[in-house]
């Protein structure tokens, strides 16, 4: 077993099931095994009644952002595609500032959503990985329970129920705008 100096901090953020290090020679009550699967069944259960509030109080924002973004971004390029910029000066003061910004709006919109995505799902892995470590009866049926709400209970955002934000919706959104923009240089005056 690894000892601890006395000075030093606690690792209070830290559990068995976030890391893959092996803890076979380290005693763990199977109580305090039993205590953290509950308290994380109850913490995914108010985690999803809060994105279930989050979804319907910032759908039409997130809507909106991702419709802006996307208006921004065919205008901003139609009009690269259209004009001759000499200068960068000339770069900052078209609407190709305004697509830049809807576009970084729009990826930290994914990117977040989709790491908060992504550590749920690491979740479900870890208590597999404790399910081989032996343990009793109680302790497999609890954490059965919660892979089972994991996976009946998805962590999932979406814009008032028409598409999932996540990080595929930036690939999406790309094609989208790639397409419009093929269009508008097709039928340009």
Not at 110 to 117: D, E, K
Not at 121 to 144: A, C, F, S, W, Y
């Amino acid at each position: 077993m690894k000892v601890k100096s006395p000075d030093a901090a606690p690792d209070v953020h830290r559990t068995p099931l976030d890391s893959n290090e092996d803890h076979s020679d380290e005693v763990m009550s199977s109580w305090s095994l039993l205590h953290l699967v509950e308290e994380c069944t109850l913490c995914h259960s108010s985690l999803m009644e809060e994105i279930g509030r989050a979804n319907s109080l910032f759908g039409p924002s997130m809507l909106s952002t991702v419709i802006s973004a996307f208006l921004d971004l065919v205008h901003s390029g139609y009009h690269i595609c259209n004009s001759q910029l000499i200068s960068p000066l000339e770069l900052v003061r078209t609407p190709v500032s305004n697509g830049v910004t809807a576009l970084i709006h729009f990826l930290l919109l994914c990117w977040s959503t989709g790491s908060a995505i992504s550590e749920s799902q690491t979740i479900g892995v870890n208590l597999v990985k404790q399910l081989g470590r032996g343990v009793d009866d109680v302790m497999k049926r609890e954490i059965h329970f919660f892979i089972n709400q994991l996976s009946h209970k998805k962590v999932e955002f979406s814009v008032l129920g028409v598409f999932h934000v996540d990080m595929e919706l930036i690939l999406t959104m790309s094609q989208v705008v790639a397409s419009y923009l093929v269009l508008l240089l097709q039928f340009k005056p």
